[in-house]
């Protein structure tokens, strides 16, 4: 079946620091890939998303790119801020199922 | 538009009390979803509803039940609360027919205590 994995977390870093939270993922034919965000005390929002190969999604100054060959969608961000503190969940959509896959979620702290 | 609401945002119940977390969603999606999520163990499926009129098993559905009222609606009953229920509950609907690529939508949770 469909499989996503993140990196452990939490991860901490101080504002203004390089952020890569490493996605990879198993599935059938072609997903969609997406990456949510959790603020405190919210529900996930969807933060970028890509549908096909070398896509590139991007939002807030985060970027993933659908990686096939290694099946990744690693998020990126250069420089991040205390506000981007929040859970960051990485998932996948196949096209024949009802049922999106979600990774466990990664903390990212973001220090002043 | 609201996107996707729940109610109540908050609930402590006594262990054996029933209750009912309502979900609905202005967005015409077709598909709604039920979510648990607990520390360490990121969101598991209770239950999800792909259409109006169908309903299917997720992965954690034992001690709940769920009602696909009409399009806009997808409740979800604890019949005899207990404590393993402690949690928070999270609404999620999506549009099956636009394409591919389609994200879910949550709504802002209801975080239940079960005493």
């Known amino acids: 079946g469909d499989s996503v994995t993140q990196m452990e977390g939490p991860v901490t870093l101080s504002e203004e620091a390089f952020l890569t939270i490493n996605c990879t993922y198993t599935a059938t034919g072609y997903p969609s890939l997406f990456w949510y965000v959790q603020y405190p005390g919210e529900g996930l929002q969807l933060l970028l998303k890509a549908t096909k190969a070398d896509d590139k999604g991007s939002n807030k100054g985060f970027e993933a790119t659908y990686r096939k060959e290694t099946t990744s969608f690693h998020l990126e961000k250069g420089s991040v801020q205390v506000s981007d503190s929040a859970v960051y969940f990485c998932?996948?959509?196949?096209?024949?199922?009802?049922?999106?896959?979600f990774g466990r979620g990664t903390s990212l702290i973001v220090h002043p | 538009n609201a996107g996707v609401t729940q109610t109540p945002k908050f609930q402590v119940l006594k262990t054996g009390q029933s209750m009912t977390l309502q979900c609905a969603q202005d967005?015409?999606?077709?598909?709604m979803y039920w979510y648990r999520q607990d520390p360490g163990m990121g969101l598991r499926l209770i239950y999800y509803?792909?259409?109006?009129?169908?309903?299917d098993k997720g992965e954690v559905p034992n001690g709940y039940n769920v009602s696909r009222l009409n399009k806009r609606e997808f409740s979800l009953r604890l019949e005899s609360a207990a404590p393993s229920q402690t949690s928070v509950y999270f609404c999620a609907s999506r549009d099956r027919t636009s394409g591919r690529g389609n994200e879910q939508f949550f709504g802002p949770g209801t975080r239940l205590t079960v005493l």
């Open positions: 998932a996948l959509s196949s096209g024949g199922s009802y049922i999106p896959t």
């Open positions: 967005m015409n999606h077709n598909s």
């Open positions: 509803s792909a259409s109006e009129g169908t309903t």
